[in-house]
């Protein structure tokens, strides 16, 4: 962990197909300050076109991380996430871009926190949606919503870049350790009877919002083990 902020923050790109699109988003990071890239089953990113749209900031795109899988890229991370257009009951808690600023710099302060930025086509996909704490929404015009994926990256780091605030937010656990706590916590619950019986979709439902719920601040190493205490003292309980 460093102590310089924007070095805590990773901006992820999933799955992006065109080269430029990362060299630009590089150069984006660089202007604003930022140096973590990380990059989710890439095209060839280090081609020419890559190396001219970073221009001046290949250094970002050399040493970029390169992840096989999705869930690989979160593995290390303790508050991930996403970027969207599309909003919906599904795509979570989704807070405009200004809003979220401050709890971002806050967290970066002593936890890795992941940016997420979606396919070029058709952006992050529920299911990986799930997996972030909230959704940052960057408002466009109705009459051409999408934006180009470097100009998504330049427009949060910028605005992260022109902020800083004193406070800090506590030391928070990775999000792979969390998972495990999805799990636990949905054992529970069917001990308890509280997911009818064979109703998947309300299964589904009720993890999705406790995603939603702790994933939207993240959890420190002593809430984690509260948590999980709390389920094993209830089970133990249960089956007497």
């Not at 962990?1 to 992820?12: A, L, R, V």
């Not at 190396?51 to 999705?70: K, N, W, Y």
């Given at each position: 962990?460093?102590?310089?902020?924007?070095?805590?923050?990773?901006?992820?790109l999933?799955?992006?197909?065109?080269?430029?699109?990362?060299?630009?988003?590089?150069?984006?990071?660089?202007?604003?300050?930022?140096?973590?890239?990380?990059?989710?089953?890439?095209?060839?990113?280090?081609?020419?076109?890559a190396?001219?749209?970073?221009?001046?900031?290949?250094?970002?795109?050399?040493?970029?991380?390169?992840?096989?899988?999705?869930r690989?890229?979160?593995?290390?991370?303790?508050?991930v996430?996403g970027?969207?257009?599309?909003?919906?009951?599904?795509?979570?808690?989704?807070?405009?871009?200004?809003?979220?600023?401050?709890?971002?710099?806050?967290?970066?302060k002593?936890?890795r926190?992941?940016?997420?930025?979606?396919?070029?086509?058709?952006?992050?996909?529920?299911?990986e949606?799930?997996?972030?704490?909230?959704?940052?929404?960057?408002?466009?015009?109705?009459?051409?919503?999408?934006?180009?994926?470097?100009?998504?990256?330049?427009?949060?780091?910028?605005?992260?870049?022109k902020?800083?605030?004193?406070?800090?937010?506590?030391?928070?656990?990775?999000?792979?350790?969390?998972?495990?706590?999805?799990?636990?916590?949905?054992?529970?619950?069917?001990?308890?009877?509280?997911?009818?019986?064979?109703?998947?979709?309300?299964?589904?439902?009720?993890?999705?919002?406790?995603?939603?719920?702790?994933?939207?601040?993240?959890?420190?190493?002593?809430?984690?083990?509260?948590?999980?205490?709390?389920?094993s003292?209830?089970?133990?309980?249960?089956?007497?």
């Open positions: 962990m460093t102590e310089n902020w924007k070095d805590n923050i990773s901006f992820i999933v799955e992006p197909k065109e080269p430029g699109n990362i060299g630009a988003s590089a150069r984006a990071m660089k202007n604003m300050g930022f140096r973590n890239l990380e990059l989710v089953k890439p095209v060839n990113f280090l081609s020419n076109e190396r001219q749209m970073a221009c001046g900031s290949t250094d970002i795109l050399e040493r970029a991380r390169v992840h096989p899988g999705f690989d890229a979160l593995k290390d991370k303790n508050l996430i970027t969207t257009r599309r909003l919906g009951k599904t795509r979570g808690l989704i807070v405009p871009l200004e809003e979220s600023i401050k709890r971002i710099i806050t967290s970066a002593k936890n926190v992941a940016i997420l930025f979606g396919r070029e086509r058709n952006g992050l996909t529920n299911k949606i799930e997996k972030c704490g909230f959704i940052i929404n960057v408002p466009s015009d109705p009459s051409s919503p999408s934006l180009n994926l470097a100009q998504s990256v330049l427009l949060v780091a910028y605005e992260l870049g902020r800083t605030y004193l406070k800090n937010a506590p030391a928070l656990v990775r999000h792979g350790e969390i998972d495990k706590l999805y799990k636990h916590i949905q054992t529970t619950l069917k001990l308890l009877e509280y997911i009818p019986r064979g109703d998947r979709d309300i299964e589904k439902r009720i993890i999705r919002n406790l995603k939603h719920l702790i994933g939207r601040a993240g959890l420190t190493k002593w809430e984690l083990n509260m948590l999980h205490g709390i389920c003292q209830v089970e133990k309980k249960i089956k007497g």
